[in-house]
């Protein structure tokens, strides 16, 4: 018996789905069918949700969140640089007072 989700796309162990109640995504462990229900159980959160329910994702599409997270705390790291830098060279400007 196939178990499918919410587009009718085939849901096997170990593929990435999203629960389209929060968005949550998570890898799928286990299958089981249970009065004629067919149940999913995740990864992370580990709990059953009814296959219906979920969405497969492609793992390519997965955002690394890690990298992510990296990437935008040299960025952030680059802009305060870059104020910090600014913010001297204004300093410099305004010391220069007119006589008067």
């Known amino acids: 018996m ?5 587009r009718g796309e085939t849901i096997d162990i170990g593929a990435f789905i999203r629960y389209t109640g929060t968005g949550t995504i ?3 462990v286990d299958l089981k069918e249970e009065d004629k ?3 999913v ?3 992370e959160p580990a ?3 009814a296959a219906d329910s979920l969405e497969v994702v492609d793992e ?3 955002i690394n969140v890690e990298t992510v997270d990296r990437d935008t705390l040299e960025k ?3 802009i ?3 104020y910090e830098e600014l913010n001297a060279n204004l300093n410099d400007i305004q010391g220069c007072e007119g006589g008067g």
Do not use: A, P, R, T
Request: aromatic content about 16%.
């Open 47 to 49: 709990l059953w949700y």
């Open 2 to 6: 196939s178990f499918c989700d919410i």
């Open 60 to 62: 390519k599409d997965l």
């Open 26 to 28: 998570s890898k799928v």
């Open 37 to 39: 229900q067919q149940w």
């Open 80 to 82: 305060k640089e870059g």
């Open 41 to 43: 159980k995740l990864d």
């Open 76 to 78: 952030v790291k680059d």
